[in-house]
Protein backbone atom coordinates (compact mmCIF):
# COMPACT_ATOMS: atom_id res chain seq x y z
CA UNK A 1 0.00 0.00 0.00
CA UNK A 2 2.78 2.62 0.68
CA UNK A 3 4.67 1.45 -3.03
CA UNK A 4 1.29 2.66 -4.47
CA UNK A 5 1.03 6.15 -2.32
CA UNK A 6 4.66 7.20 -3.33
CA UNK A 7 3.94 6.26 -6.95
CA UNK A 8 0.60 8.63 -6.83
CA UNK A 9 2.53 11.44 -5.01
CA UNK A 10 4.82 11.03 -7.79
CA UNK A 11 2.47 11.00 -10.57
CA UNK A 12 0.27 13.82 -8.64
CA UNK A 13 3.60 16.08 -8.32
CA UNK A 14 5.07 15.88 -11.57
CA UNK A 15 3.81 19.22 -13.79
CA UNK A 16 2.05 17.33 -16.28
CA UNK A 17 -0.18 16.26 -13.99
CA UNK A 18 -0.80 19.60 -12.11
CA UNK A 19 -0.90 21.50 -15.88
CA UNK A 20 -3.53 18.96 -16.82
CA UNK A 21 -5.78 19.67 -13.76
CA UNK A 22 -5.60 23.40 -13.96
CA UNK A 23 -6.24 22.77 -17.61
CA UNK A 24 -9.55 20.75 -16.80
CA UNK A 25 -10.76 23.21 -14.47
CA UNK A 26 -9.39 26.14 -16.61
CA UNK A 27 -11.51 24.43 -20.23
CA UNK A 28 -14.55 24.00 -17.38
CA UNK A 29 -15.27 27.59 -16.74
CA UNK A 30 -14.47 28.95 -20.60
CA UNK A 31 -17.04 26.32 -21.55
CA UNK A 32 -19.22 27.51 -19.59
CA UNK A 33 -18.35 31.55 -20.97
CA UNK A 34 -18.66 30.30 -24.21
CA UNK A 35 -21.97 28.41 -23.46
CA UNK A 36 -22.95 31.29 -22.30
CA UNK A 37 -21.74 33.53 -25.08
CA UNK A 38 -23.94 31.30 -27.63
CA UNK A 39 -27.34 31.20 -25.58
CA UNK A 40 -27.07 34.34 -24.72
CA UNK A 41 -25.69 36.27 -27.50
CA UNK A 42 -25.10 34.45 -30.55
CA UNK A 43 -28.40 32.12 -30.95
CA UNK A 44 -31.13 34.82 -29.58
CA UNK A 45 -30.32 37.17 -32.45
CA UNK A 46 -30.42 34.15 -35.18
CA UNK A 47 -33.52 33.02 -33.39
CA UNK A 48 -35.29 36.61 -33.94
CA UNK A 49 -33.64 36.50 -37.81
CA UNK A 50 -35.51 33.20 -38.44
CA UNK A 51 -38.45 34.37 -36.87
CA UNK A 52 -38.44 34.16 -32.89
CA UNK A 53 -37.23 30.05 -33.24
CA UNK A 54 -35.59 29.28 -29.94
CA UNK A 55 -33.24 26.40 -31.00
CA UNK A 56 -33.35 24.70 -27.92
CA UNK A 57 -37.46 23.86 -28.31
CA UNK A 58 -36.94 22.55 -31.49
CA UNK A 59 -38.26 19.26 -31.48
CA UNK A 60 -40.40 16.15 -32.77
CA UNK A 61 -43.17 14.30 -30.66
CA UNK A 62 -43.74 10.72 -31.11
CA UNK A 63 -47.24 9.91 -31.32
CA UNK A 64 -48.70 8.35 -27.60
CA UNK A 65 -48.85 4.64 -28.20
CA UNK A 66 -52.09 2.86 -27.00
CA UNK A 67 -50.96 -0.66 -26.17
CA UNK A 68 -54.26 -2.10 -24.03
CA UNK A 69 -53.80 -1.99 -20.88
CA UNK A 70 -51.07 0.40 -20.79
CA UNK A 71 -50.49 3.56 -22.60
CA UNK A 72 -47.19 4.39 -23.88
CA UNK A 73 -46.70 8.39 -23.41
CA UNK A 74 -45.20 10.66 -26.19
CA UNK A 75 -41.25 10.74 -26.68
CA UNK A 76 -39.89 13.53 -27.89
CA UNK A 77 -36.45 13.68 -30.31
CA UNK A 78 -35.28 17.49 -29.42
CA UNK A 79 -33.01 18.12 -32.56
CA UNK A 80 -33.41 21.86 -31.36
CA UNK A 81 -30.84 20.72 -28.33
CA UNK A 82 -28.43 19.02 -30.58
CA UNK A 83 -28.27 22.28 -32.98
CA UNK A 84 -27.23 24.42 -30.27
CA UNK A 85 -24.40 21.60 -28.81
CA UNK A 86 -23.52 21.76 -32.57
CA UNK A 87 -23.46 26.05 -32.44
CA UNK A 88 -21.27 25.45 -29.09
CA UNK A 89 -19.06 22.92 -30.32
CA UNK A 90 -17.94 24.99 -33.10
CA UNK A 91 -17.40 28.51 -31.53
CA UNK A 92 -15.76 26.59 -28.88
CA UNK A 93 -13.65 24.99 -31.25
CA UNK A 94 -12.92 28.59 -33.44
CA UNK A 95 -12.66 30.19 -30.03
CA UNK A 96 -9.80 27.44 -29.01
CA UNK A 97 -7.92 27.81 -32.58
CA UNK A 98 -7.60 31.58 -32.18
CA UNK A 99 -6.20 31.55 -28.33
CA UNK A 100 -3.98 28.66 -30.22
CA UNK A 101 -2.82 30.27 -32.86
CA UNK A 102 -2.23 33.47 -30.46
CA UNK A 103 -0.27 31.36 -28.53
CA UNK A 104 1.78 30.05 -31.41
CA UNK A 105 2.37 33.79 -32.56
CA UNK A 106 3.77 34.69 -29.26
CA UNK A 107 6.19 31.74 -28.70
CA UNK A 108 7.74 32.22 -32.41
CA UNK A 109 8.08 35.98 -31.55
CA UNK A 110 9.87 34.81 -28.22
CA UNK A 111 12.37 32.36 -30.12
CA UNK A 112 13.29 35.02 -32.62
CA UNK A 113 14.01 37.22 -29.97
CA UNK A 114 15.95 34.79 -28.54
CA UNK A 115 18.09 33.93 -31.62
CA UNK A 116 18.33 37.38 -32.10
CA UNK A 117 19.63 38.16 -28.61
CA UNK A 118 22.05 35.25 -29.59
CA UNK A 119 23.37 36.37 -32.64
CA UNK A 120 23.98 39.51 -31.44
CA UNK A 121 26.10 38.32 -28.59
CA UNK A 122 29.76 38.21 -29.58
CA UNK A 123 31.32 34.96 -29.88
CA UNK A 124 33.02 33.09 -27.40
CA UNK A 125 36.60 32.59 -28.47
CA UNK A 126 38.10 29.04 -29.45
CA UNK A 127 40.37 27.66 -26.65
CA UNK A 128 42.99 28.15 -29.59
CA UNK A 129 42.39 31.66 -29.96
CA UNK A 130 42.07 32.29 -26.03
CA UNK A 131 45.64 30.00 -26.42
CA UNK A 132 47.05 32.12 -28.85
CA UNK A 133 46.15 35.14 -27.53
CA UNK A 134 48.08 34.18 -24.30
CA UNK A 135 51.01 33.42 -26.44
CA UNK A 136 50.65 36.44 -27.64
CA UNK A 137 50.91 38.72 -24.64
CA UNK A 138 53.85 36.62 -23.35
CA UNK A 139 55.51 37.53 -26.48
CA UNK A 140 54.71 41.26 -25.88
CA UNK A 141 55.58 40.95 -22.20
CA UNK A 142 59.51 39.29 -23.11
CA UNK A 143 59.81 42.01 -25.86
CA UNK A 144 58.78 44.99 -23.75
CA UNK A 145 61.44 43.50 -20.52
CA UNK A 146 64.00 43.29 -23.63
CA UNK A 147 63.13 46.76 -24.71
Avoid at 17 to 32: E, L, P, Q, S, Y
Avoid at 104 to 116: F, G, M, P
Amino acid sequence: MGKLINEFKQFAVKGNAVDMAVGVIIGGAFGKIVSSIVNDLIMPPIGWLIGGVNFTDLKVTLPEIDMGIEKLAPATINYGNFIQTTFDFLIISICVFLMLRAINKLVKKNEQAQKDAEAAKPAEPSKEEKLLAEIRDLLKEQAEKKA
